[in-house]
């Protein structure tokens, strides 16, 4: 007999916290016991001002955002990185994405303490799992806030 798995108001409270005092500015709380799992499920917290590099997917590999709490903006982008798709998940609106593979995408944090369920299929190998858009900055690279900054003025 199986037992069933519950989280609860304390681990996102920790997951919160961690997002809060993580330099990135987010966290997850990983569901799937293991990074070889064939579905990968976690729970993600985004604070405003992180920056999720615009990537993709190979073609097989959708993404799918269930918000929980707070605002995100979710964005697609075509090949030299002009804005082809944007949804904000937010409470009494939009509350999940579904994201076809092969499609460049990032998300914004538009509220404090943003939590979503990701779901996406496993395995999960940190050198293959996503690539970059060529056009996009690096982490920590100063043209990322700036970009970040033009995102944020697309949801208002």
Not at 59 to 71: D, T
Not at 79 to 98: I, Q, S
Not at 115 to 122: A, L, R
Request: glycine share 8%.
């Amino acid at each position: 007999m199986s037992i069933m798995r519950t989280f609860a108001a304390p681990e996102l409270a920790d997951l919160v916290q961690r997002a809060r005092s993580n330099p990135r500015k987010r966290a997850n709380l990983n569901v799937h016991p293991e990074l070889d799992d064939p579905i990968q499920r976690m729970f993600n917290c985004f604070q405003p001002g992180t920056y999720v590099r615009p990537h993709h997917h190979e073609a097989s590999r959708w993404e799918l955002f269930v918000l929980l709490s707070g605002r995100l903006g979710v964005l697609t982008f075509g090949e030299k990185g002009n804005v082809t798709g944007r949804v904000t998940l937010t409470p009494g609106g939009a509350t999940a994405v579904e994201i076809p593979g092969g499609t460049t995408h990032a998300v914004v944090s538009l509220a404090q303490d943003t939590i979503v369920m990701e779901v996406k299929p496993g395995p999960f190998r940190a050198l293959t799992d996503k690539d970059f858009a060529p056009w996009s900055p690096a982490e920590g690279d100063p043209h990322a806030a700036i970009l970040l900054w033009e995102w944020e003025r697309l949801f208002g």
